[in-house]
């Protein structure tokens, strides 16, 4: 709760009927969104990790292929009205997560969570060496359609619905966890 007090912001819009110059009934609609600044100020900023496979340069034409990329991400639901513009700020090879042992040896990243320490991101609720708070997660995906240029079904199909512990919730004992495609961490 403090973090959305803190962070969070939102932006109000309506659609307007030209011809009665009113708002078209039942077009109000709020966005929520990370604001630039805190509510003291503080500029916000949010950091991440991408990991690339082995033969990733060979699949954008190098390096420079994945900076171009890189420097030009957009997430969230809203990107069309301007939310979710990220910039890629540095770049450095690590060998931890926010001081957790990171692993790149198997097929997909691993971390080495301690006990009595918050995970990171969100974790299948069937674990049960967890304690904190669980929510449901699911996500929209979009299926490119090959007879398109742009799909007009973007983030019109819906991921399977999954429990799982929150970010910040507690681990009972040291841990490794995989990391998943979709950034949910898997025990190992």
């Known amino acids: 709760m403090l973090f959305e007090r803190c962070c969070v912001s939102s932006n109000a819009t309506t659609a307007i009927d030209p011809q009665a110059r009113a708002a078209i009934s039942g077009s109000l609609h709020e966005v929520e969104f990370i604001a630039p600044h805190a509510i003291d ?3 916000l900023r949010i950091g991440g990790w991408i990991f690339f496979s082995d ?3 060979d699949a954008i034409d190098g390096e420079s292929g994945w900076e171009k990329y890189l420097c030009n991400l957009k997430v969230g639901g809203e990107r ?14 690590c060998g931890e997560v926010m001081g957790y042992p990171l692993s790149l040896e198997g097929l ?12 990171l991101a969100h974790v299948p609720a069937d674990f049960g060496d967890i ?4 929510e449901p997660i699911v996500g929209r995906e979009t299926k490119k359609d090959r007879t398109k240029e742009n799909s ?6 819906l991921t399977k619905g999954q429990v799982c512990w929150t970010p910040g919730s507690i681990v009972k004992k040291d841990t490794t ?8 961490w ?3």
């Open 55 to 57: 033969n990733a340069d």
């Open 152 to 157: 007009s079904n973007f983030g019109m199909m």
């Open 41 to 43: 100020g503080t500029p």
């Open 80 to 93: 069309r009205y301007g939310f979710g513009s990220m910039q890629c700020k540095s770049k450095k090879l």
């Open 108 to 119: 997909r990243p691993s971390v080495r969570a301690p006990a009595c320490n918050p995970i």
């Open 186 to 188: 898997l025990p190992q």
């Open 131 to 134: 304690f904190g708070d669980i």
């Open 177 to 184: 966890f995989m990391i998943a495609e979709n950034g949910i």
